[in-house]
């Protein structure tokens, strides 16, 4: 039985100080709740100091990203161990800001996909269509092609503790979320996807959330459906009472 997953994407805001104070104001206000995973992804200075400011409550440390190998000469890069050891639970790969402006493809999300899993951290996997794809009626074979690449290795037993994210690219920051048909849509296809590639039991154990411009208001019609397993949050998580009632709406 799946319950609600919602995390939160910082992307590039919030200081350590900023990302502190946030983090000991949230934990108090969503410490009553049940029912619900919650995840906040901090950029990565303030990874360690998040996690230890969520200590022994119930929201988890997400990363935004990771490179595959261990440790190395890889100048800029932060591995999968480095982020388990600073105290990060999840990491978020694939992001359609990480495909269209730092390169990340199927290929290397897969890779990264390993080394988060070696390393014991459940990975957060994005997939999504650009409008082009989508005014092209291609959405469900880009999608195919997103979710059969980027786990192209993986187990049925990986996958069933792992996060898909059906994250429309015209949907991200743009105020223009997806309707909850097509979220639904889009949601029950990938979870048959799952099924056919993965078996039925591991299908119905994986993650599927939602992301683009979920905000408190409109998170109830969207992740009501049966496959959509709540959200993947960019703006609307950088306000702490804001989310706080956003993470309270999904499970009300
Ligand atoms: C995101 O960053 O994953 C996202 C969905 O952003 P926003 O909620 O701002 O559209």
């Given at each position: 039985?799946?319950?609600?997953?919602?995390?939160?994407?910082?992307?590039?805001?919030?200081?350590?100080?900023d990302?502190?104070?946030?983090?000991?104001?949230?934990?108090?206000?969503?410490?009553?709740?049940?029912?619900?995973?919650i995840?906040?992804?901090?950029?990565?200075?303030?990874?360690?100091?998040?996690?230890?400011?969520?200590?022994?409550?119930?929201?988890?440390?997400?990363?935004?990203?990771?490179?595959?190998?261990?440790e190395?000469?890889?100048?800029?890069?932060?591995?999968?161990?480095?982020?388990?050891?600073?105290g990060?639970?999840?990491?978020?790969?694939?992001?359609?800001?990480?495909?269209?402006?730092?390169?990340?493809?199927?290929?290397?999300?897969?890779?990264?996909?390993?080394?988060?899993?070696?390393?014991?951290?459940?990975?957060?996997?994005?997939?999504?269509?650009?409008?082009?794809?989508?005014?092209?009626?291609?959405?469900?074979?880009?999608?195919?092609?997103?979710?059969?690449?980027?786990l192209?290795?993986?187990?049925?037993?990986?996958?069933?503790t792992?996060?898909?994210?059906?994250?429309?690219?015209?949907?991200?920051?743009?105020?223009?979320?997806?309707?909850?048909?097509?979220?639904?849509?889009?949601?029950?296809?990938?979870?048959?996807?799952?099924?056919?590639?993965?078996g039925?039991?591991?299908?119905?154990?994986?993650?599927?959330?939602?992301?683009?411009?979920?905000?408190?208001?409109?998170?109830?019609?969207?992740?009501?459906?049966?496959?959509?397993?709540?959200?993947?949050v960019?703006?609307?998580?950088?306000?702490?009472?804001?989310?706080?009632?956003?993470?309270?709406?999904?499970?009300?």
């Amino acid at each position: 039985m799946r319950i609600p997953l919602i995390a939160g994407n910082w992307k590039m805001h919030k200081t350590v100080h900023d990302a502190v104070f946030f983090a000991k104001e949230f934990r108090g206000l969503v410490k009553d709740l049940t029912g619900v995973d919650i995840v906040i992804a901090p950029a990565f200075p303030a990874v360690h100091a998040v996690a230890e400011a969520l200590r022994a409550s119930n929201v988890a440390v997400a990363a935004q990203d990771v490179y595959w190998e261990r440790e190395g000469a890889f100048t800029g890069e932060v591995s999968a161990p480095m982020l388990a050891d600073a105290g990060a639970e999840y990491v978020i790969l694939g992001h359609s800001e990480r495909r269209t402006l730092f390169g990340d493809t199927n290929a290397t999300v897969n890779r990264k996909l390993h080394a988060a899993v070696a390393s014991g951290l459940t990975p957060i996997v994005c997939v999504g269509e650009t409008l082009a794809q989508r005014d092209a009626g291609e959405t469900l074979v880009v999608l195919d092609r997103q979710v059969k690449e980027s786990l192209d290795g993986v187990t049925g037993e990986q996958l069933s503790t792992m996060v898909l994210a059906y994250e429309p690219v015209w949907a991200i920051g743009t105020g223009r979320n997806a309707t909850p048909d097509q979220a639904a849509e889009a949601h029950t296809h990938i979870r048959q996807r799952l099924r056919q590639w993965f078996g039925i039991d591991s299908a119905e154990q994986c993650h599927i959330v939602y992301g683009g411009s979920v905000k408190p208001d409109n998170i109830r019609p969207l992740a009501t459906h049966i496959d959509v397993d709540g959200a993947l949050v960019g703006g609307a998580s950088l306000e702490v009472r804001g989310f706080a009632d956003l993470v309270r709406k999904v499970i009300a």
